[in-house]
């Protein structure tokens, strides 16, 4: 190991130590909750400073066998994580202004950030599995900063017993890699599946890890405690939105070289995938409370995350996970105003979407993903992924039916398909920075996800444009198909716990009549 190795391999660790002395500072009382912040913030543009430094420095990664391992991805995503986490705790020091338990939160949000970056660099199964847990440990403590809202404690109830259960799948995957292997190293593991290629246990061990995957990453039928989670502190949403969920598919692309030849698995992964991006993107649509459609979208965005690692395309789950984390913490903290524009459609009528813009949206976007990848020569892209990214885009061209001015709407249209056409562009150069990945798409899977997209989009346009033709289907989508009440009574049947009694007492409706009391909720 060179010296541009040590030093790339301390300009990665340094961040975890920062952070990590952090969380335990705050526990202790040897500074002011004031003070407290503002050291946070330091120790955060710190951590910053050490990550940006081998990226500036263009060295290309470090490893240190069997312990961590340091890409550009993972190095780029850790900033990506501190950065959020820095701006999260810029707007906790306002938002909290006044309230107990300050210093428990920075607390636990230090210890939040310094376990992902550790589970970002590693390269040892048990590394992954503790920094992994450590992660959903310290979040228990935001989820539940208010102890007296039963239902805040009802998510996090369930999100613990998912988390454990996620633990038992990947240890089940380390030991079954572990004994055909020989080693915990993560490195040991590719090399070995280049030279010998896949085993029974390792398919299994995929299987599991897949499975533990699902757990973690709340898609279908696990999925409640992420959108219950909305009792929590808006800062603590947005960090679970914006970061700590989107986990899952990092660990996906890191396990590539595993899951490319694990066809059971990658399967698996397709089928829950799937139905999660298609029936959460239709529940989506069936609420109007800002918070919990964007709780849902995230549901939908994360089935939509690990469908296209299950495809095999890499990059593009790297640019989601990167491109959803930026925008939902916008998004969740920026809640307020979103708040006051649904208020102002809801009063203008502006809610029902146009037929003829539901039903041109697909062509428009579909021609433009195809325009723009033929004008710049890239065929990296199979036909059919193209396909699902202008099924998955065309919900941008859609326009309301109120909006009767042809001018008005050829602008809408204009301005729709230029977003389209820079999101092409952007997927684009982005297959073109130095991450480490390659593709490799199953054509198979492809179009089984291609048909699964086509349907979501005809079902959400039935949803906006002729909502009378689904209406049992609509109550059915809006009640997220029953499928958390399942899993509610399970969770509390198989671990009840004290305050279960007050989190599922009946409660006073708060008048649901109006769309517009929704919104403001």
């Not at 428990?104 to 939040?112: E, H, T, W």
């Amino acid at each position: 190991m060179d010296i541009f190795q040590i030093l790339y391999l301390t300009c990665a660790l340094a961040p975890v130590v920062l952070i990590a002395a952090l969380a335990g500072l705050a526990r202790l009382r040897w500074v002011s909750t004031p003070r407290l912040w503002s050291l946070f913030q330091a120790v955060s543009f710190a951590a910053l400073a050490f990550m940006a430094t081998p990226l500036l420095m263009g060295a290309n990664g470090a490893h240190w066998p069997g312990a961590v391992t340091v890409t550009s991805l993972s190095l780029v995503l850790a900033l990506l994580v501190q950065l959020l986490g820095t701006v999260i705790a810029a707007f906790s020091t306002r938002y909290l202004a006044g309230e107990v338990g300050q210093r428990r939160y920075v607390g636990a949000l230090a210890a939040v950030l310094a376990s992902v970056h550790l589970l970002l660099i590693a390269d040892h199964w048990l590394l992954l599995i503790a920094a992994w847990a450590s992660v959903g440990i310290a979040l228990q403590h935001l989820l539940c900063f208010y102890p007296d809202r039963p239902f805040a404690l009802l998510a996090a109830h369930k999100k613990r017993l998912a988390d454990r259960l996620a633990d038992v799948m990947l240890l089940g995957a380390t030991a079954l890699a572990w004994l055909e292997v020989g080693s915990g190293s993560l490195s040991a593991l590719w090399v070995h599946i280049a030279h010998q290629g896949m085993s029974l246990s390792l398919q299994m061990s995929a299987v599991l890890l897949v499975l533990a995957v699902i757990l973690r990453t709340a898609l279908l039928p696990v999925h409640g405690w992420l959108i219950q989670v909305m009792e929590a502190p808006t800062p603590v949403s947005a960090l679970l939105h914006a970061g700590v969920v989107n986990l899952g598919g990092f660990v996906m692309i890191r396990f590539a070289p595993l899951l490319e030849q694990a066809t059971p698995a990658r399967l698996l992964l397709l089928i829950f995938g799937l139905a999660t991006a298609v029936l959460a993107g239709m529940v989506m649509l069936t609420r109007i409370s800002i918070k919990v459609r964007l709780a849902w979208s995230t549901v939908a965005q994360m089935g939509f995350m690990l469908l296209e690692c299950a495809l095999g395309l890499y990059t593009l789950a790297a640019l989601h996970l990167i491109g959803h984390s930026l925008y939902k913490a916008h998004a969740f903290l920026s809640a307020s105003t979103a708040v006051r524009q649904t208020r102002l459609q809801v009063l203008r009528g502006a809610s029902s979407t146009s037929t003829a813009s539901l039903a041109l949206a697909p062509v428009l976007t579909i021609s433009a993903v195809l325009l723009v990848l033929t004008i710049a020569g890239h065929d990296s892209w199979p036909w059919w992924w193209s396909l699902v990214l202008g099924f998955a885009w065309a919900p941008l061209l859609w326009f309301p039916a109120v909006n009767a001015d042809w001018r008005m709407r050829s602008t809408q249209a204009f301005f729709g398909l230029l977003m389209v056409a820079g999101l092409t562009v952007a997927a684009i150069a982005g297959k073109a920075l130095p991450l480490g990945l390659q593709d490799a798409p199953h054509r198979g899977l492809g179009l089984i996800a291609l048909t699964g997209l086509a349907a979501l989009y005809f079902f959400q346009a039935l949803l906006q444009g002729r909502p009378q033709l689904l209406a049992r289907w609509r109550r059915w989508s809006y009640a997220g198909f029953y499928l958390d009440e399942a899993y509610t009574r399970l969770a509390l049947h198989i671990c009840p716990a004290r305050w279960a009694s007050r989190a599922s007492t009946p409660v006073e409706p708060k008048s649901d009549a109006s769309p517009l009391s929704d919104a403001v909720r």
